[in-house]
C-alpha cells in the first residue's frame, strides 16, 4: 500500500532513545516501504527540554531545504513531543509545523519522575556527575540527565504548558500505550504498579492522563513504553506496532497534512 503525506515526516525519540532501528524498530522501513518521506529529529538522548529543541530546528530546517516543503510533521515518542512543543511556541515554529502527533508524552508531568527526586541522594553532585558520565556514552553533544528528569516533574510541567501554549496553525493530536497489567511487561513491574495507584492506566512510564494533549487522543492497549515504538520487533498483545504508525499517518493524511 502505498501512501501519501502532504509534508515529510520527522520521527522523534524521547529519553534513552536514538535515531536508529535500534530503538524505532521496524517503524522507519514500513513507513518507507509505504511512501512516507521519513527523517530524523537528530536530539540528544540526554538533552534538556531548550537544547533538544534547537537541536530539532536544525533538523526541520534542513529537511524543509532538503525536501523543498514547507511544512514537516512531527511524529514524537516521550519526551520528543515536548521538545516538539518547545520548538513550536518558544522558537516561534508553529509556521513550519503542520502537525504534532505524540506517543506516550508526559504533557503533565512524570508521576514516577516526582518519586524519584523525593530522594536526596538523587540531587548530589556525585550523583549529577555518574549520571552525566552515562550520558555521554549515547554520544550526545550536550547531555544534561539531570536537566532532562527534571524537566519532567510534574511541577515542571505545569509551568512549561503556561509557557507553551498550543498554536492554532498546528494540528496536534496524541495517544498513549497503557499495560493491561503489571505482568504484560516485567521490566516495568514496579513503575507500572506505583503510577497505576496514583494516576490510573499507564505504560509503565507515563499515565494516560498525562499524555493526552490536543485535539485527538486515544489508548493503545497491551504495550509498554518501550514496547511501543517497537524496540522488540515483534507484535505485543496481538498489536502489529509499525501499523499502530501507519494509522498515524493514515489519520494526517484524512486531515490534509
Known sequence: ??????????????????????FWGRIPSVLKRSGVNVFWGNMDSWGNIETN?????????????????????????????????????????????????????????????????????????????????????????????????IDLSTKSMKEFNLKNPDSTDVYYCSCCAVLKNSFDDLSYFLTYNYIKKVAGHNDGIISAQSAEWGENFYLIHGASHAEIVDIKRKSISGLNIPGEYMKMVEDLISKGF
Request: hydrophobic residues 40%; positive net charge; without cysteine.
Open 1 to 22: 500500500m502505498s501512501v501519501t503525506l502532504k509534508y515529510p515526516l520527522i520521527l522523534v525519540h524521547g529519553i534513552a532513545a536514538k535515531d536508529n532501528t535500534l
Open 53 to 149: 529543541a534547537q537541536s530539532l530546528q536544525k533538523s526541520v530546517d534542513a529537511v524543509l531545504n532538503q525536501t523543498g516543503a514547507s511544512k514537516v510533521n512531527i511524529i514524537a515518542h516521550s519526551k520528543g513531543g515536548i521538545d516538539a512543543r518547545y520548538l513550536i511556541s518558544s522558537l516561534g515554529y508553529a509556521n513550519k509545523i503542520a502537525s504534532l502527533t505524540t506517543v506516550s508524552t508526559p504533557h503533565r508531568g512524570v508521576e514516577i519522575v516526582d518519586y524519584i527526586l523525593g530522594f536526596k541522594q538523587i540531587q548530589t553532585p556525585l550523583a549529577r556527575k555518574i549520571a552525566e558520565f552515562l550520558a555521554k556514552l549515547y554520544g550526545d553533544k550536550a547531555p544534561n540527565p539531570y536537566g532532562a528528569t
